[in-house]
């Protein structure tokens, strides 16, 4: 039995249909071609199935140079997440070398017996050095008297820095730079060379401030050796040579101050005493903060060197400090632990005072930002 399959019926072709098979829908869908199949000047054949590109010998190794592009910017990702901590490696290794590794060394030291000699052994202690420090006399003098350094250097690193300051102001030309370096030369001076300075100014013949007091009518006669006078001959040394660093601080922070506020208030009225106390002040107040700090922490440093080159902390521990009595304890006595118990308690003592200071400083501060 056989099934025959009838033909499918002949596609009817319109009579305006063109002859090369188009079925005339778009007169466009030639292929490209002209009329007659062939492609016309410039006409591009956008019909034909393109054969597929064959390879060229340089598009071989495109997959390999791909990835190692991307190796390249892997590399060149991990690079500059790596390149910021390298700038800071240095300071980080050396503020842990010369900063953190001693702090470490000093607390380990709190805890033993020990007089400095390599032969001799440690004495576990534990915190006997810390309870021996808090009932000896000498500190609670050397204390005191870091109180009254800090009181009367906070006048010549502040107070007089602020008056120089403003008052320099109003000097022009020239003579405002000349009058700000002549002030700042004292701090450029040596320790050793203020104290031989100081010494001179206070000579018992001959001294220059000595014969100023005589001819007052004060009484003055070896100052260095008076238990009430060596503090301050001390503080007035120091002060001097603070001067021109409080100065200089104050006069970059005047200059950071844009004149046109002043100028502006000017404008409305307000006289010099008005724009200082109103305007420059506060927005000086950032300033004034960080000098605070800077006395605070640094007033018993800066007056170690004076206090061992001229009165050795005497007469009677009545120029000494917590700093000198540090250095007593520990390289003249040679009771290390000693020494490191005092040494552990003021670290803890000034950071509180740091911390204080500088959680505060944004309520004590103003900025006109």
Do not use: C
Request: without cysteine.
């Amino acid at each position: 039995m056989f099934v025959t399959l009838d033909p499918a019926p002949p596609r009817a072709v319109p009579p305006h249909a063109p002859a090369n098979g188009n079925d005339g829908l778009d007169p466009t869908d030639s292929g490209g071609r002209g009329p007659k199949g062939r492609r016309g000047p410039g006409q591009k054949d956008r019909g034909r199935r393109q054969p597929a590109a064959r390879k060229s010998p340089a598009a071989e190794p495109a997959a390999p140079l791909a990835s190692a592009r991307a190796a390249r910017r892997g590399r060149q990702h991990r690079g500059a997440r790596v390149t910021p901590y390298l700038y800071v490696l240095p300071a980080v290794v050396l503020l842990v070398v010369w900063s953190y590794s001693p702090l470490a060394q000093t607390l380990y030291l709190s805890l033993f017996d020990w007089n400095l000699l390599p032969t001799s052994p440690k004495r576990f202690v534990g915190l006997e050095n810390f309870a021996e420090a808090l009932t000896l006399p000498q500190v609670g003098r050397a204390l005191v008297n870091t109180l009254v350094y800090i009181t009367a250097l906070a006048g010549f690193s502040l107070a007089l820095p602020l008056v120089i300051g403003l008052a320099a102001q109003q000097v022009r030309g020239r003579w405002k730079t000349f009058y700000q370096a002549l002030i700042f030369v004292p701090f450029l001076l040596t320790p050793v060379a203020t104290s031989a300075v100081w010494r001179w100014l206070w000579a018992d013949e001959g001294g220059l401030i000595t014969l100023v007091l005589r001819s007052l009518g004060l009484d003055v006669d070896h100052v260095f050796r008076d238990q009430s006078l060596a503090i301050v001959a001390i503080i007035a040394a120091v002060g001097w040579q603070l001067l021109g660093f409080g100065v200089l601080v104050i006069a970059a922070g005047l200059a950071g101050i844009n004149p046109d506020y002043a100028a502006a208030a000017s404008l409305d009225g307000a006289g010099w005493g008005r724009i200082t106390w109103r305007l420059t002040l506060p927005l000086l107040s950032p300033t004034l903060v960080f000098l605070g700090l800077m006395t605070i922490l640094l007033a018993a440093p800066w007056t170690f060197s004076l206090i061992d080159m001229i009165t050795k902390g005497g007469p009677v521990d009545s120029t000494t400090n917590i700093y000198y009595i540090l250095y007593q304890f520990g390289f003249q006595n040679f009771d290390s632990g000693l020494s490191a118990a005092l040494g552990v308690l003021f670290f803890i003592a000034f950071g509180l005072v740091a911390l204080g200071f500088v959680e505060t400083t944004e309520r004590l501060s103003f900025y006109d930002d």
